[in-house]
Nanobody, 115 residues
Framework: VQLQASGGGLVQAGGSLRLSCVGSTSALFEMGWFRQAPGKGRDFVGRITRPGSTYYADSVKGRFTISRDNAKNTVYLQMNNLTPEDTAVYFC????????????WGQGTQVTVSS
């Protein structure tokens, strides 16, 4: 399974970006987004199940939205009202049905928010 994330870039505070993650298979039950800021660990951002249920970290609720196009094997992360604290490398991940953890990871895409 391969995951390819894209869409990162440089944006001013208050701006928006949309990240995409294309998977090589439609078999993944759940897709997630994680991020890692410089010098910090990897944090959960949000996830979406195949039927479309979503869950978000408190820090992004109301600003970020995850959606999924199963026909295109693609998951999106719409990020609005970005702040410098959102600066990080963003990773997409996939979890197979029945697996307890995300076992498949993309390469990451850099998001930088300037103040």
């Amino acid at each position: 399974v391969q995951l390819q994330a894209s869409g990162g870039g440089l944006v001013q505070a208050g701006g928006s970006l949309r990240l995409s993650c294309v998977g090589s298979t439609s078999a993944l039950f759940e897709m997630g987004w994680f991020r890692q800021a410089p010098g910090k660990g990897r944090d959960f951002v949000g996830r979406i199940t195949r039927p479309g249920s979503t869950y978000y970290a408190d820090s992004v609720k109301g600003r970020f939205t995850i959606s999924r196009d199963n026909a295109k094997n693609t998951v999106y992360l719409q990020m609005n009202n970005l702040t410098p604290e959102d600066t990080a490398v963003y990773f997409c991940a996939g979890r197979s049905f029945g697996a307890s953890t995300f076992g498949y990871w993309g390469q990451g895409t850099q998001v930088t928010v300037s103040s």
